[in-house]
Structures are given as C-alpha cells and as structure tokens.
C-alpha cells in the first residue's frame, strides 16, 4: 500500500484544509503507521508540526479524518518531510524479513510500527517489529535506496529486565 493516497485524503478533506489555512506554517514531519499482520488492524497517522505553537497536530486517517493536538515530548524539533516517500508500505515487511534472514532470525513477524522521519537531512523508516517469541526487532531503513541502516534483534525480557 502507497502512503501517497493517505496523504491524498487528508489533503482533499475539508478538515485539513481549514487547518493548513489556520496554519499556512505547519509542515509535515511523521507518518506513523502500525501494520497489523495477524489481525489486519492496522493504524495510518501523518503528523504535521506547528513552529509558532510548538506542537504536533496528528491526523488520524483510518475511518473519518480526526485531528488531535499534542506537546512535543522533547525539545527537539522536527524536520520537515518533502518530496515523495519511494517505499511502499507493503514492501517493509520484505525488508525487515530479508534482513531478519542475514541475521538468522527465525520467528515470524507479528507487527511493524513504522515511522517515516527527516533524520539528517534524510526520509528514514524507523521500524519497530514485534515477533512470535515476544522479540522486538528494530529497523532503520534509506526511504531513497531502501537500504538497512540498523538491525537490532531485542528480547523483550531484557528490555523488562532493564526496566526494573
């Protein structure tokens, strides 16, 4: 699945439109997707950032365009996201799967939360997957190349355990 009909929906609503004219400043900064491989609910968001409010506007894409305004949870700004996103949603599954292959991981993946983000200047998917054995699996992927960027294959256990 493309992200661009999503963008193409919250775009034509008329919802969005009074927001951007409210907001001619606000700029696209994260796409937050969960997709749901064993249950197939799954979850579509795209973020805009207010400069001048200091805060991020999150547009809920799934059944009726809701918008909901949140804090930062840090200080750091976001990056603007522009031009088109190459990889499809669809397609990162592949990716984590082929990676998780080269790294002898064998269970099966359960969930992806993927978030599409300006990092240095690059559309980078931040991929956090959930596996069968409870694992978390931890993706960056090049939007522009699709290349892995990080692996990390965490026991979810040890993050408790940490936690503690």
Excluded: R
Excluded at 1 to 17: T, W
Excluded at 110 to 120: D, G, L, R, T
Aim: aromatic letters at 8%; glycine letters at 4%; one cysteine or more.
């Amino acid at each position: 699945m493309k992200i661009q009909p999503y963008l193409d929906k919250l775009n034509s609503s008329n919802k969005f439109k009074e927001f951007i004219s409210k907001n001619p400043d606000a700029y696209f900064s994260a796409g937050f997707f969960m997709i749901d491989l064993a249950e197939g609910n799954n979850l579509h968001q795209i973020d805009y950032y207010l400069p001048k409010e200091k805060k991020i506007v999150t547009f809920m894409l799934d059944k009726d365009i809701e918008m909901k305004k949140d804090d930062l949870q840090n200080d750091s700004v976001p990056k603007g996201i522009e031009g088109n996103i190459e990889i499809d949603l669809d397609v990162l599954k592949g990716i984590v799967e082929d990676e998780m292959k080269n790294h002898t991981v064998t269970t099966k993946l359960i969930k992806i939360i993927a978030v599409i983000q300006n990092i240095e200047g690059k559309k980078v998917w931040n991929l956090n997957c959930l596996t069968s054995d409870m694992g978390i699996i931890k993706v960056h992927v090049d939007d522009s190349d699709h290349s892995v960027l990080k692996f990390e294959n965490v026991n979810l256990f040890d993050a408790v355990k940490k936690l503690k």
